[in-house]
């Protein structure tokens, strides 16, 4: 009879240790993963590295954060980064809307073509309702949005000519990523469009399998030093690409409140850090594009009449998509936009 009883408490202190973490332990586990689908060099790696750092410090090493650089958590395939997140593969990420878009739809709304003019209008975007509600959305979905951070406006490099006007782009095979908005935007501006992920197009670049690629300057083109392989470069601001430092609802849940402000605050202390980098330089006469020339590239910064004529081009792609987005949430933008 004593035997049977302590033979039940021994199996259920067991069961009880297997479904709870042990006392104390805070829900740490030795290492928690952080997925980034460019390499360590730029704004984008640095902060990724940053915000690991800070959280490391300021838990006094409980808190153990590896960035997993160039895509190795995903395999490859940048699209599935959400859904890794998910299902608690990966923990942490600071990741482009671009990727995550798939499985969030309204994620488009950075991408819908000639949209955002400016960082102004971006920042008043992600900070006000809509921002908030696109927050909301990817935590119904399972990721808790931290802090924005910035890959930055998408400019077009190419190999073959100066594109200033929709004949220039007429059958240019261009690189972009695995997300339909983008593969409609490129075809209705009379270009060929080719999925990548990221980790493969730079030996397309090199190989010139693709001619052109579109990636913002300070956390792409000058990292990856694109000049090796691009002559020319348009900036156009045609979409915007805001970065969204996000973890996995599982992972999130299993830390102390107090935890989560530590790592709250240290997601805004690097990507406050972050976004000054991706615009650094890129603000009015855009100093940064210096850069670009010294390398032997021919740069064309785009009036706002270029950009007119390319939109127009793009009209039935804000038709289609403002519906997949969400009516509601473009007529916010818009409002806040003054249009
Ligand atoms: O693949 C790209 O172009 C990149 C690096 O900008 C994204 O992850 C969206």
């Known amino acids: 009879m004593k035997r049977g009883f302590l033979a039940v408490v021994v199996v259920l202190a067991a069961a009880l240790s297997l479904s709870f973490p042990p006392v104390g332990a805070a829900g740490t586990k030795d290492e928690y993963k952080m997925s980034i689908v460019v390499g360590p060099k730029g704004p984008w790696g640095e902060?990724?590295?940053?915000?690991?750092?800070?959280v490391r410090e300021r838990t006094q090493g409980r808190i153990n954060i590896k960035c997993y650089f160039a895509g190795q958590l995903f395999a490859g395939k940048q699209t599935n980064e959400f859904l890794l997140m998910r299902?608690?593969?990966?923990?942490?990420?600071?990741?482009?809307?671009i990727n995550w878009s798939p499985q969030v739809p309204s994620l488009n709304l950075f991408a819908l073509p000639f949209f955002f003019e400016d960082y102004q209008q971006l920042d008043a975007v992600k900070n006000g309702a809509p921002g908030q509600e696109l927050f909301r959305q990817i935590e119904e979905k399972g990721v808790v949005g931290l802090a924005w951070g910035e890959n930055g406006f998408r400019e077009l490099t190419n190999r073959k000519h100066a594109v200033n006007s929709p004949e220039d782009l007429q059958g240019l095979k261009v690189r972009v990523v695995g997300s339909p908005i983008f593969i409609d935007t490129f075809r209705a501006l009379g270009a060929n469009p080719i999925n990548m992920n990221w980790g493969e197009a730079q030996t397309a670049f090199q190989q010139g399998t693709v001619d052109g690629q579109e990636n913002p300057v300070n956390a792409v083109i000058i990292p990856y030093q694109l000049w090796q392989v691009h002559k020319y470069i348009s900036i156009w601001h045609y979409a915007i690409d805001p970065l969204i430092l996000g973890v996995s609802k599982k992972t999130w849940e299993s830390f102390?409140?107090?935890?989560?402000?530590?790592i709250k605050q240290a997601a805004a202390d690097a990507c406050a850090w972050e976004v000054a980098q991706a615009r650094k330089g890129l603000e009015g006469d855009m100093p940064a594009l210096q850069t670009l020339r010294d390398h032997g590239m021919k740069v064309t910064?785009?009036?706002?009449?270029?950009r007119a004529a390319f939109r127009e081009k793009t009209r039935s792609v804000y038709d289609e998509w403002r519906k997949k987005i969400g009516e509601d949430l473009v007529a916010q933008a818009e409002k806040i936009l003054g249009r």
């Open 256 to 262: 102390s409140a107090e935890d989560q402000a530590i």
């Open 87 to 97: 299902q608690g593969v990966i923990d942490f990420a600071l990741a482009s809307t």
């Open 301 to 306: 910064v785009f009036t706002p009449q270029m």
């Open 47 to 54: 902060s990724a590295q940053k915000f690991a750092d800070l």
